[in-house]
T-cell receptor, first 116, second 117 residues
């Protein structure tokens, strides 16, 4: 079945340092989504990438989707303590059955700790 | 934005009893609801997919008779953990595609922390 590998599992940074997490899928994806889960909270949608080679930015966050639509990355510039949490990528395959929404396969997540 | 209300937030139950978890989409219709299980510091494992008006689709290895899913309406899906045992203790969370999927992605409930004693 489809697998989405995400690395690193943990990342400890000093406030102000940059952070990157990477995802790699075993199969070509229709799109990839990124979520953030704060400690004790639930995943919150950050962004969706659809096009091959797509790059999107949200303030200090930069999201990339690979040319082959099998890998993706999230880069945070100058981390802040508010960036603490677990970042998940989630790959979605087209649903051949005809329903509008396919299942998401989540990566293992990267737990980000930011030291002030 | 889209909101999925999940209740209860936490529950402690005795071994052998059943627990029902509800997820309601508050301001949109959720024809599909995904149910996940998450262990501490681990990823979300999809348990099943429920569709309004039809039987749920379970992932491989998930016991249908143990985790009963009902999607009675376009705004309500429930997960019942039957005859719960300590190994069922986990964080259960539901998710529905948002009304504007390209904008909202999938909206998650706040999760239910189940502890079976």
């Amino acid at each position: 079945g489809q697998q989405v590998m995400q690395i690193p599992q943990y990342q400890h940074v000093q406030e102000g340092e940059d952070f990157t997490t990477y995802c790699n899928s075993s199969t070509t994806l229709s799109n990839i989504q990124w979520y953030k889960q704060r400690p004790g909270g639930h995943p919150v949608f950050l962004i969706q990438l659809v096009k091959s080679g797509e790059v999107k930015k949200q303030k200090r966050l930069t999201f990339q989707f690979g040319e082959a639509k099998k890998n993706s990355s999230l880069h945070i510039t100058a981390t802040q303590t508010t960036d603490v949490g677990t970042y998940f990528c989630a790959g979605r395959r087209s649903n051949a059955g005809g329903t509008s929404y396919g299942k998401l396969t989540f990566g293992q997540g990267t737990i980000l700790t930011v030291h002030p | 934005g889209a909101v999925v209300s999940q209740h209860p937030s936490w529950v402690i139950c005795k071994s052998g009893t059943s627990v029902k978890i509800e997820c309601r989409s508050l301001d949109f219709q959720a024809t599909t609801m995904f149910w996940y299980r998450q262990f501490p510091k681990q990823s979300l494992m999809l348990m099943a997919t429920s569709n309004e008006g039809s039987k749920a689709t379970y992932e491989q290895g998930v016991e249908k008779d143990k985790f009963l899913i009902n999607h009675a309406s376009l705004t309500l899906s429930t997960l019942t953990v039957t005859s719960a045992h300590p190994e069922d203790s986990s964080f259960y969370i539901c998710s529905a595609p948002g009304p504007g999927r390209w904008v909202y992605g999938y909206t998650f409930g706040s999760g239910t922390r189940l502890t079976v004693v």
